[in-house]
């Protein structure tokens, strides 16, 4: 059941690539909040895990879409393969009749670098492997997909990265392979938005703030309910969001008539939580990317005042 002031997207269908957990998983919920039809995919699902060998399976968040009010669906998608991904549109084509919303959220990159590390002692096969997994799984799925999302004019993708492109631009990201892979998806959005644009489609790139997602939660011993309990070791994580925060942002995105005057841009969460007036699940906006310019960046002390 739809709350009052949550965005409307009863009939419309989406695709997240990438669901499994963490941002994906917010979106897909998000999408199911406001009364879309969300097909799930990734790895990790029947009974298989992708290599990052955690818990958490596509079925899960498939079942957590139907709880919010939508209709979950999930297929087990190597976005690596282009016959897989290829299926997978057919079989949305068949039994949806359309797709309108694409989120390409497939990172798995979490392993395959070393931060702060110079290119030549980082493992190149590894290194290399992350830009299959975080650039080359996206464009496959756009590939296919797109073919089907282009036949109604008002169609949305939402290329998920880490970093505002302002912020990217002047700042070294973890490791010469996590950067170029997310400036790469960021450009990814702007040519999306070229080739969409004659069909009334729009293509952005989106980044969350500090992500509290499944993995970061056990990086720091804490759970979703007793996150602030991090701070204790790391303290600008005070202004951390739960995945679905970025989850609304996408929906909102998804439910805006208008939506086309953000086609080819970089946002973030917490630009659109002040824009479409959503907020993350205790009621507050954190607006990271801000905070961590103002904040984190220049070595102030930490503290989220003025920025929720």
Same mark, same amino acid.
């Given at each position: 059941?739809?709350?009052?002031?949550?965005?409307?997207? /009863?009939?419309?269908?989406?695709?997240?690539?990438?669901?499994?957990?963490?941002?994906?998983?917010?979106?897909?919920?998000?999408?199911?909040?406001?009364?879309?039809?969300?097909?799930?995919?990734?790895?990790?699902?029947?009974?298989?895990? /992708?290599?990052?060998?955690?818990?958490?399976?596509?079925?899960?968040t498939?079942? #957590?879409v139907?709880?919010?009010?939508?209709?979950?669906?999930?297929?087990?998608?190597?976005?690596?393969?282009?016959?897989?991904?290829a299926?997978?549109?057919?079989?949305?084509?068949?039994?949806?009749?359309?797709?309108?919303?694409?989120?390409?959220?497939v990172?798995?990159g979490?392993?395959?670098?070393?931060?702060?590390?110079?290119v030549?002692?980082?493992d190149?096969?590894?290194? #290399?492997r #992350?830009?299959?997994?975080?650039?080359?799984?996206h464009v496959?799925?756009?590939?296919?997909?797109l073919?089907?999302?282009?036949?109604?004019?008002?169609?949305?993708?939402v290329?998920?990265?880490?970093?505002?492109?302002a912020?990217?631009?002047?700042?070294?990201?973890?490791?010469?392979f996590?950067?170029?892979a997310?400036?790469?998806?960021?450009?990814?959005?702007?040519?999306?938005?070229?080739?969409?644009?004659?069909?009334?489609?729009?293509?952005v790139?989106?980044?969350?703030?500090?992500?509290?997602?499944?993995?970061?939660?056990d990086?720091?011993?804490?759970?979703?309910?007793?996150?602030?309990?991090?701070?204790?070791?790391?303290?600008?994580f005070?202004?951390?969001e739960?995945?679905?925060?970025?989850?609304?942002?996408?929906?909102?995105?998804?439910?805006d008539?208008?939506?086309?005057?953000?086609?080819?841009? /970089?946002?973030?969460?917490?630009?659109?939580?002040?824009?479409?007036?959503?907020t993350?699940?205790d009621?507050?906006?954190?607006?990271?990317w801000r905070?961590?310019?103002?904040?984190q960046?220049?070595?102030?002390?930490?503290?989220?005042?003025?920025?929720?």
């Open positions: 059941m739809q709350s009052a002031g949550m965005p409307d997207l /009863s009939g419309r269908v989406a695709l997240v690539a990438g669901a499994t957990r963490g941002a994906g998983r917010g979106i897909a919920v998000a999408l199911g909040e406001a009364g879309a039809t969300v097909w799930c995919t990734g790895r990790s699902g029947g009974g298989q895990r /992708s290599e990052y060998d955690r818990p958490e399976t596509i079925e899960e498939a079942e #957590l139907t709880a919010a009010g939508g209709r979950g669906i999930a297929v087990r998608v190597d976005h690596l393969v282009p016959a897989e991904v299926a997978l549109v057919d079989r949305i084509e068949a039994e949806s009749g359309r797709l309108d919303v694409l989120v390409n959220d990172w798995g979490e392993h395959r670098f070393t931060r702060d590390v110079p030549w002692e980082q190149l096969d590894a290194g #290399l #992350l830009f299959q997994l975080a650039v080359q799984t496959v799925t756009s590939a296919h997909a073919r089907l999302l282009s036949r109604r004019p008002g169609g949305l993708v290329e998920m990265t880490d970093g505002t492109a912020y990217n631009e002047v700042t070294y990201r973890v490791s010469v996590y950067d170029l997310k400036v790469a998806v960021t450009r990814l959005a702007f040519s999306q938005a070229h080739d969409l644009r004659p069909y009334g489609g729009t293509a790139a989106l980044t969350p703030g500090w992500l509290r997602s499944e993995m970061m939660l990086n720091y011993g804490v759970t979703e309910a007793t996150w602030r309990e991090a701070t204790r070791v790391q303290p600008h005070c202004i951390s739960s995945p679905l925060f970025v989850g609304r942002a996408v929906a909102a995105l998804a439910a008539p208008g939506v086309e005057r953000w086609s080819g841009q /970089s946002l973030s969460s917490g630009q659109l939580a002040g824009v479409y007036g959503f993350d699940v009621g507050t906006r954190p607006d990271c905070y961590i310019t103002e904040v960046d220049p070595g102030r002390p930490a503290g989220d005042e003025g920025y929720r």
